[in-house]
């Protein structure tokens, strides 16, 4: 009891001092500045805070994701490509997909439901940070697998329009700066009939469960950050990054504003992460 | 608590006769008319019921521009027409009347995604015979409609949602034909029989479902799925109404009720009939249903002659005693 007593002593008061720092700089919120995490910054520079960030989680990605979890991100990913349902003439662009995870779901799905296929399907990971694009192509190569790696951040992209079917994003939109821009963009590369599906996490409906979760965000995992992967402020970004994402109805109405159609979610999870989903229908 | 819950809310949705009464009544004082119940005509049906007429007509009356769709028996009309069909069902009408009622009964196609959802699942029908009632159907379609193949996810249901629309589209076919049908009838002047008019209005309808027939059946095991059942006995509910309507039914009593069953019963049989008919252009199966709708006739004139049998013994039983009490004096108290 005692052990355990200084065992919290020692996590709240790591936390105390982590959140003191982060209280420093004023909060202004106009359009030059904005949110990383409970941090106020400029805009121009938030791009290149998060590169530092995935640099940083690159190299434990996966497993950090495995840790936090428990191993459910895999079963979120899984539905994600289910509910996508690609046919075999499907064409993926999986944004924020630096590992590679959605990416090889999306092989898998097609190979398994449509025997024959046209061409290998087409799949092109787009990423704004190459360090976790080189773990994705290792791990591609491993795999025996070729999909197309582009460096490129989600809110300029470098393909022309209507080029896709599927657009993809797990996980990677909260860390983008200007939400709307991405969303534009990923209705421009869709075709006429594409789908937008975005894996992100979201807000705990129930109260109760709620406050658990809010306990293990905030106690647990810039912990276990710490302790995995030495890295407390990605964590602490991370965790921080997913309260400042606007709820799922709001975002919904966000996707809605762009021009896509059929806009749904689908909470998973008791509200952890949600799938919105969308299409291109002109 | 209980019973004023019971007599203010649940009581008066039955229809009654109001009979007036003192107000200084010991029974309850909320209630200041005494109520006599009759047996209810089941409000809920007969306000869907009318509803549904309602929005019918204002359909059938408001695209008089689709004057020129063919109604004979055999033809099967173009993917164009029942476009329209659809369209001029579904589309915003200009009356503020008509827009309420297409509203509320279109609620969930209320958005502008009507058209393109219509299209893909048009489209979607061509590939039946390859994919049958599925998902891989509807992409199909979708690609065919110029759309990529992953939009089949609008439809949440997959291969239900095909089959519900083609079931929507054949009523909606068989609605303009019965339409033509009358209208003809008022042009020439001749009345045809409802039975008559019954039988031609079923057989059309079914020869609908001929190009479709080797994946009929999967696709009636698809309407009778515990989430579908609902809108597929909807709509077979609302077509039976229909045929009942334009073959001149003007029933407000009971009857009303057992027509439409009678008719969704013989619709049914005839319909598995048809499934393992394998005779030249389905000869068999109109036999049947001629032999049915004789049935029919013969239960109405069995059931009248048994009643008035049944009369006329009881008559003859009490006979005597009926003499003698005209003689000794006692008068008929209910005349």
Known sequence: MFLLNRGKAIVLSCASISQASYYTTAKRLDENYTHFGYKTVKTEEKAGRVLDVFSSVASKYDMMNDVMSGGLHRLWKDRMIQKLNPDNKAVLLDCAGGTGDIAFRFVNYVERQHSQFTDHPNVTVCDINNDILEVGKSRALERGVSLNWVCSNAEELPFPDQSFTCYTIAFGIRNCTNISKVLQEAYRVLRPGGRFVCLEFSHVSNPILSKIYDTYSFQVIPVMGEVIAGDWNSYQYLVESIRKFPAADEFKQMISNVGFKVVAYEPLTFGTCAIHSGFRLK | MLKTFVRRVVLPKVYVQDVARP?????????????????????????????????????????????????TGDTFTSKNESNSHKNSDQAEGTTDQKDNTQDEFHADNADDTVDIKTKILDNALDFVHEYKWSRKAISSGAEAAGLAGVSEGIFEGGGEDLVLHFVRQSNIRLQHFMKESVKRQDEEGEKMKSSEFIRKAIEFRLRLIVPYMDNWSDAMGVLLRPNVLPKSAEELAMMVDDIWFYAGDKSSDFSWYTKRGMLAKLYGSTQLFMLMDQSPDFKDTWEFLDRRLDDIKNIAEISQSISTTGDAMFQAAFSSATILKNILGFPDRKR
């Open chain 2, 23 to 71: 107000l200084n009544t010991v029974s309850s004082k909320s209630w200041n008319l005494q109520k006599t119940a009759v047996p209810p005509v089941c409000s809920p049906c007969a306000r869907k019921t009318v509803l549904t007429w309602n929005i019918r007509q204002y359909s059938m009356n408001n695209d008089s521009s689709d004057e020129q769709q063919s109604a």
